[in-house]
């Protein structure tokens, strides 16, 4: 079944210290994203990757760090948490159709909520 | 910079009217335009999707959307709605390129 998975699900962790949230799509997918969801705001971008090794920041990258070796893979991490990362996490990912044109659907996965306190 | 604009932040309609819920957007040229459902708890789920052509597009789960150039509106709609169909329903943008611009969301109440 083509997905996107994440893990974990849930998270209650404390101020500073360090976390990782996995993300990994079974579609063969280029193109990879992060987005926070917080409540009146919609979601908004934290970073995305092209495809391999190509990264780029969103419209809200502070406090995130993210890695992409694996066209599968692309894990969000916070370095130090803060509580104003507190919220719902969702990551995306979708083919692309040329070097230089849009990127076709984007299938989310089921989301992690995180809670910083 | 594009945005996406979901006047209504709660909408609560009756099992069996219809619904309309709307969107505007802000870009230049043509955006692709999306429609995505969320239930309580669960990811977001792809309803519909313009990209060009037909301005009347279909989707999922008996939902509609047209696209209306004049009035930079994207607004989806249902003729007939099921107490499932209670959700938080997002509008999205996407200009030439990846990313995805998202409203702020509707609230879904449906009231039997």
């Known amino acids: 079944e083509a997905q996107v998975t994440q893990n974990p699900r849930y998270l209650i962790t404390v101020t500073g210290k360090k976390l990782t949230v996995t993300c990994s799509q079974n579609?063969?997918?280029?193109?990879m994203s992060w987005y926070r969801q917080d409540p009146g705001l919609g979601l908004r971008q934290i970073y995305y990757?092209?495809?391999?090794?190509?990264?780029d920041k969103g419209d809200v990258p502070e406090g995130y760090k993210v890695s992409r070796k694996e066209k599968r893979n692309f894990p969000l991490i916070l370095e130090s948490p803060s509580p104003n990362q507190t919220s719902l996490y969702f990551c995306?990912?979708?083919?692309?159709?040329?070097?230089?044109?849009?990127?076709?659907?984007?299938?989310f996965g089921p989301g992690t909520r995180l809670t910083v306190l | 910079a594009q945005s996406v604009t979901q006047p209504d932040i709660h909408i609560t309609v009756s099992e069996g009217a219809s619904l309309e819920l709307r969107c505007n957007y802000s870009?230049?040229?043509?955006?692709?335009l999306f429609w995505y459902v969320q239930s309580p708890g669960q990811g977001l789920q792809l309803l519909l999707k313009?990209?060009?052509?037909?301005?009347l597009v279909q989707g999922i789960k008996g939902f509609e959307a047209e696209f209306k150039r004049s009035q930079s509106s994207f607004n989806l709609r249902k003729p007939s709605v099921h107490w499932s169909d209670a959700a938080e329903y997002f509008c999205?943008?996407?200009?030439?390129?990846?990313?995805?611009?998202f409203g702020a969301g509707t609230i879904l109440r449906v009231k039997s």
């Open positions: 995306a990912s979708s083919s692309r159709q040329g070097e230089f044109s849009h990127t076709d659907t984007q299938y």
């Open positions: 579609m063969n997918h280029e193109y």
């Open positions: 990757s092209m495809n391999v090794e190509v990264t």
């Open positions: 870009y230049g040229a043509t955006p692709y």
């Open positions: 313009y990209f060009s052509g037909d301005t």
């Open positions: 999205a943008s996407m200009e030439y390129g990846n990313k995805l611009v």
